[in-house]
C-alpha cells in the first residue's frame, strides 16, 4: 500500500505544468502569436514552489530549465512573468513566485535559460507596478516606500508583505548566487519586512494601516481563505504567521525563544488549526528542527503521512494543487523536505518507507534506508551520510548529488541525541 501512495505520488508530480509546444512551436497564449521554442501552462506557482519544482530540480534538472524557460518567454511575449498560467495570465493568489521558482533552481545548478532576462523579470516583479491584478506584485509601490502592505489600501496585505518579503529573499540568493553582491544585500535588507506586520501584542501577524497603526486584532484581512468568523481568522493569522521559512531563527526570537516557538507550533497541531492542504504552513512540521527539537518534526511527519496519504479515493489531504501535496509527500517519504526553496538545505524528518533509491540524471545512485522501519518506530535514534554521523538535522543538495548513503535508525521512543551536536 505504502509503494502505491509513493507511486501515485510520483506519477500526480509529473502531470503538470503541461507543455503546449509541439515540434518546437506553439501559439502564445499572452499574445496570440505562434513563436518558436516552448512554453508550458498550468504554473500552480503559488502553490508549486515549494516542493514540486524542488522535487523537478532534483529529478529532472533538464526539465527544470526548460520551465523557467516558459516562464521566461511568457514574460517576453506577455511583458510579465505569469503567476498562475492557465493558459494565459489569470489573477489567482498573490507574491511572483517565479522569483522563487528560478531562485530554486539556480542556486542547485541548473543552467540552459537566460539568466540575464531572468534577473531583468524578477527586478521586475520586485519593483514595478502592473497595470492589472493578474501579473506583479499588487500593492509593490506600498510595499516598497512603507515597509508593508497597507490594510487600508489592499485586500490581503498581511498575506502580500509576507510573500513579498520572501520572493525577494529569493532575489538576493540568485544575485548572490550570480556573484552580485550589492543586488543581493538590498534584496535580503527588502526581505526582512515580513516583520513590519509582527504584532508583539498579540504574537501574530496584523493588518496595518497605511498611517501605521494596527487594524483590529479580528480583521479577517489576512488572506483571502480568513474565514469568515473570529475563530477562522485567529486560525489563518496563526498559519500565515508561519510563512518566514528564509528567516524562521527571528519568527523563533519574535515568539520568545525555542520553546515558545514549539509551544505554538504544538497548539497549531494538537488542536487541528494545521492542515497539510493549506500551502502556506506546509513547512511548519520541520521548524521544531529549528528550536532543537527534531523529534518533534518526525513525529508530525509521521503521523501526516500515514494518517492523511492513503492507497483509496480520499487518500490525498484536499485538492493535489497541481502536485503540490504530492510532492509534500514524496519528500517527506524520503526523510527530507526543501523548508525554503531558493536554499540549498533539507531539513531532515523521517523516511515513511524502508528504502528508497534516488537515480540521479548525473547517474549516481542515492540511498535512504530506515533501519528497524515498522509501525509506530516514529523517532529517529541515529543519521549517517556516507557512514558519518550528522550533526544536525539538515543536509546539502551537494550531498545528495554526491551519491551515496543516508541512513536512518529508527524507534518508538524519541531521542534527544539522535544528532551528534547537542539537539537544544
Not at 517565479?98 to 521586475?124: C, H, N, P, Q
Not at 534584496?187 to 526582512?192: F, G, V
Request: hydrophobic fraction near 35%; include cysteine.
Amino acid at each position: 500500500q505504502q509503494k502505491q501512495v509513493f507511486y501515485t505520488a510520483l506519477y500526480h508530480a509529473f502531470l503538470l505544468p503541461r507543455s503546449i509546444s509541439e515540434n518546437g512551436r506553439y501559439r502564445s497564449p499572452y499574445n496570440g502569436q505562434v513563436c518558436e521554442g516552448e512554453s508550458f501552462t498550468d504554473y500552480s506557482t503559488w502553490d508549486t514552489f515549494r516542493a514540486l519544482h524542488p522535487l523537478l530540480v532534483l529529478l529532472k534538472p533538464d526539465l527544470a530549465s526548460h520551465m523557467v524557460t516558459g516562464l521566461l518567454n511568457g514574460y517576453d511575449e506577455g511583458g510579465w512573468m505569469p503567476k498562475w498560467p492557465n493558459p494565459g495570465y489569470t489573477n489567482c493568489m498573490m507574491g511572483t513566485h517565479s522569483d522563487a521558482i528560478i531562485a530554486d533552481a539556480y542556486v542547485k545548478g541548473v543552467r540552459g535559460f537566460d539568466e540575464k532576462k531572468a534577473a531583468e523579470a524578477m527586478l521586475k516583479n520586485a519593483n514595478v507596478k502592473g497595470n492589472h491584478i493578474a501579473w506583479g506584485r499588487l500593492g509593490i509601490e506600498d510595499y516598497n516606500s512603507l515597509g508593508y502592505v497597507p490594510v487600508d489600501h489592499y485586500r490581503e496585505s498581511v498575506a502580500r508583505t509576507m510573500e513579498f518579503a520572501y520572493d525577494d529573499w529569493c532575489l538576493a540568493r540568485f544575485f548572490e548566487a550570480k556573484g552580485d553582491t550589492e543586488k543581493a544585500r538590498e534584496y535580503d535588507l527588502r526581505s526582512q519586512r515580513f516583520k513590519n506586520v509582527l504584532d508583539a501584542e498579540t504574537k501574530l501577524v496584523r493588518a496595518r494601516r497605511s498611517d501605521g497603526t494596527w487594524a483590529a486584532p479580528s480583521d479577517y484581512n489576512i488572506s483571502v481563505w480568513s474565514g469568515f468568523n473570529e475563530t477562522g481568522a485567529l486560525n489563518y493569522r496563526k498559519n500565515y504567521t508561519l510563512f518566514a521559512p528564509h528567516d524562521v531563527p527571528a519568527l523563533i526570537e519574535f515568539m520568545g525563544g525555542n520553546d515558545a516557538m514549539a509551544a505554538f507550533l504544538d497548539d497549531i497541531f494538537d488542536n487541528g488549526i494545521y492542515y497539510v492542504g493549506d500551502e502556506f504552513s506546509m513547512h511548519a512540521p520541520y521548524m521544531y528542527n529549528l528550536c532543537g527539537m527534531p523529534w518533534k518534526t518526525q513525529l508530525r511527519v509521521y503521523d501526516i503521512v500515514n494518517t492523511y496519504y492513503l492507497p483509496q479515493p480520499s487518500g490525498l489531504p484536499g485538492n493535489d494543487d497541481c502536485g503540490q501535496l504530492s510532492a509534500w509527500y514524496l519528500f517527506s517519504a524520503m526523510g527530507f523536505y526543501p523548508m525554503c526553496p531558493g536554499s540549498t538545505e533539507y531539513q531532515l524528518g523521517i523516511p515513511c518507507l524502508p528504502e528508497i533509491i534516488l537515480h540521479l540524471p548525473n547517474g549516481r545512485d542515492f540511498r535512504i534506508v530506515c533501519e528497524n522501519f515498522g509501525s509506530g518506530n516514529c523517532y529517529v535514534q541515529s543519521v549517517t551520510l556516507n557512514g558519518k554521523a550528522l550533526e544536525r538535522p539538515a543536509i546539502e543538495h551537494a550531498d545528495i548529488l554526491r551519491g551515496g548513503e543516508l541512513r536512518f535508525s529508527v524507534a518508538d521512543t524519541p531521542s534527544e541525541t539522535c544528532f551528534t551536536s547537542k539537539s537544544r
